[in-house]
């Protein structure tokens, strides 16, 4: 088991869906469908699904209002209800022309399955086709969530995001003032917070910080604040900026290809030549340049792991 968990941990480094990839995933799975009607909604892996009431048939006839997302939560609006789907580390959708009905088997990366009635006249008209979605979690670590809520403030974790940076509202005083609150913390922990700021995971983070030339341990109230969000905007609004327009299908390749530091360690800085460094903490790594962002130094594991408390 525990050799299994590595594997999966390995085979994950680089692509875990994070806020510009979930940005992309609404605009791809907004246009195929909103206005489509649900036909049915499978679960196949029950462990993923964190909500029994309303129940899954409640969707059934029902028409899709909208997509839309909570930091990293992807929310469809059907009906009256809100399916959010957290798609964790190794979870994804992949968009289905014929879904087969019911589904086989329950092994299988598949986690749930939703199928749409078949598209009306008018929904081929305005460039809807197609006929549903597969939420597929890869690895033996399963940690995607799915829930179907009257609400998403329903749910806990999405209740108590931080503001999201794409925001219009979210300004470098934001910012400021989520650094001041978070003292002595330092930034990697900070960035990576969902109830400080929403929508940012261990990647990101980590290609933010190089950004901006800042070791993942400075102290986040010590932290100019213009100059993070400043970094922070350009590497977010860049990724979405490649993503966007992509289907979903081809987000993975691209977020892999375009990232500075994360997933890189041994290779070549983009920026200085110097070799990536790697710190290994609790279940995951991450990536840093040396000479861009600690002043040559190397951070220690053991330090680490104190710093992500
Ligand atoms: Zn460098």
């Known amino acids: 088991m525990p050799r299994q968990a590595a594997t999966d941990r390995l085979r994950h480094t680089g692509f875990v869906p994070e806020l510009p990839e979930v940005e992309a995933l609404v605009a791809d799975l907004g246009s195929r469908l909103t206005g489509r009607t649900v036909r ?17 048939s ?3 006839g029902e028409p899709i209002v909208g997509v ?21 580390r190794a979870g994804w959708i992949r968009w289905r022309e014929n879904p087969p009905t019911p589904l086989a088997s329950a092994k299988g990366p598949i986690a749930a399955r939703l199928v749409l009635e078949e598209p009306t006249a008018q929904d081929v008209a305005a460039g809807r086709t197609g006929s ?9 670590k399963k940690s995607l969530t799915i829930h179907l809520v009257r609400s998403p ?3 806990e974790r999405v209740a108590t ?13 934001t910012l400021a003032g989520i650094l001041r609150d978070a003292g002595r913390a330092q930034l990697k922990g ?54 966007s327009g992509k289907p979903a299908s081809e987000l ?58």
Do not use: W
């Open 68 to 88: 839309s997302r909570h930091g990293k939560f992807l929310d469809i609006a059907v009906g009256e209800l809100h399916l959010v789907i957290h798609l964790a």
């Open 132 to 140: 549903g979605f597969d939420v597929t979690e890869a690895g033996t």
């Open 190 to 243: 900070v960035l990576r917070d969902q109830r400080r700021i929403a929508g940012i995971g261990n990647a990101y983070s980590d290609e933010i910080l190089h950004v901006a030339r800042l070791s993942p341990f400075t102290p986040a109230a010590t932290t100019d604040a213009s100059h993070l969000f400043a970094a922070m905007q350009h590497t977010l609004r860049g990724a979405i900026d490649r993503a």
């Open 153 to 155: 403030s329903d749910i």
């Open 58 to 60: 409640a969707v059934e």
């Open 40 to 56: 049915r909604l499978d679960m196949v892996s029950f462990a993923a699904l964190k909500t029994f009431d309303p129940p899954l």
């Open 252 to 309: 993975k390749a691209e977020k892999k290809a375009n990232l500075r530091v994360h997933g890189r360690f041994r290779e070549a800085c983009p920026v200085c030549g110097d070799t990536i460094q790697q710190v290994q903490y609790a279940d995951s790594t991450f990536q840093y340049c040396p000479t861009c962002q600690t002043g040559g130094r190397k951070l220690s594991d053991r330090v680490m792991d104190r710093l992500l408390k």
């Open 161 to 173: 995001l931080g503001p999201d940076p794409l925001s219009p509202d979210f300004t470098v005083e």
